[in-house]
């Protein structure tokens, strides 16, 4: 499937009302920062300075006057990685994060932006539509059980969601 074939409408739309009440958005991905700067502005409004995700380290050759990046990753963003980076990159605590269950990687983000000083809001995306998308629950259910114990707003996507993917 291309790229822009998998962007969420819900998301989308959420992305939208927030920047439209004065918020300021970023994405906070496993993915590379690469790629998610380079996707990040036509899919989701998102300039690619309020990317934050994984990195390789990078050099600089006099010789070429350019910056190479090296085959070693620098930063895995993902569990207890997710909020250092937000912090490097941000400097604070985020009021509203969003992330998905799969792998328990994003727990952390949303635990994180629990110890703000302002309220704040944790929403967690379940991901059990195996019909309109693919269900890719974790085993140990770990994001649903963190969930439930630090009060994170759960989106069950099979039954909360009337449209998937933006069309």
Same mark, same amino acid.
């Given at each position: 499937?291309?790229?822009?074939k998998?962007? %969420?409408?819900p998301?989308?739309? /959420?992305? !939208? %009302?927030?920047?439209a009440?004065?918020?300021k =958005?970023?994405?906070?991905?496993?993915? =590379?920062v690469e790629? $998610? *700067?380079?996707?990040?502005?036509a899919? %989701?409004?998102? @300039?690619p &300075?309020?990317v934050?995700g994984? *990195? #390789?380290?990078?050099t600089?050759n006099? +010789?070429?006057n350019?910056?190479?990046? +090296?085959?070693?990753?620098?930063?895995?963003? +993902?569990?207890e =990685?997710? @909020?250092? !980076?937000?912090?490097?990159?941000?400097?604070?605590? @985020?009021? #509203?994060a969003?992330?998905n &269950?799969?792998?328990g990687? +994003?727990?952390y $983000?949303?635990r994180?932006?629990?110890?703000?000083?302002? @309220?704040? %809001?944790? /929403?967690?995306?379940?991901?059990?539509?195996?019909?309109r998308e #693919?269900?890719?629950q974790?085993?140990?259910?770990?994001?649903?059980?963190?969930a439930?114990?630090?009060?994170?707003n759960?989106v069950? $996507?099979q039954k909360?969601?009337?449209t998937?993917?933006v069309?």
């Open positions: 499937m291309p790229v822009s998998l962007v %969420y409408q998301q989308v739309e /959420l992305l !939208n %009302y927030l920047r009440n004065g918020f =958005t970023y994405i906070v991905s496993g993915g =590379t790629f $998610m *700067r380079a996707i990040s502005e899919y %989701y409004g998102i @300039p &300075e309020q934050i994984s *990195r #390789f380290g990078y600089f006099a +010789d070429s350019a910056i190479v990046r +090296d085959s070693k990753l620098f930063s895995m963003d +993902d569990k =990685t997710k @909020p250092v !980076n937000i912090q490097q990159v941000i400097g604070k605590r @985020p009021v #509203f969003c992330g &269950e799969r792998s990687g +994003d727990i $983000m949303l994180y932006s629990q110890g703000s000083k302002y @309220p704040s %809001y944790q /929403l967690l995306v379940n991901h059990n539509d195996a019909a #693919f269900a890719y974790e085993k140990d259910s770990i994001s649903l059980k963190w439930a114990k630090y009060n994170f759960v069950d $996507m909360d969601w009337k998937v993917f069309k």
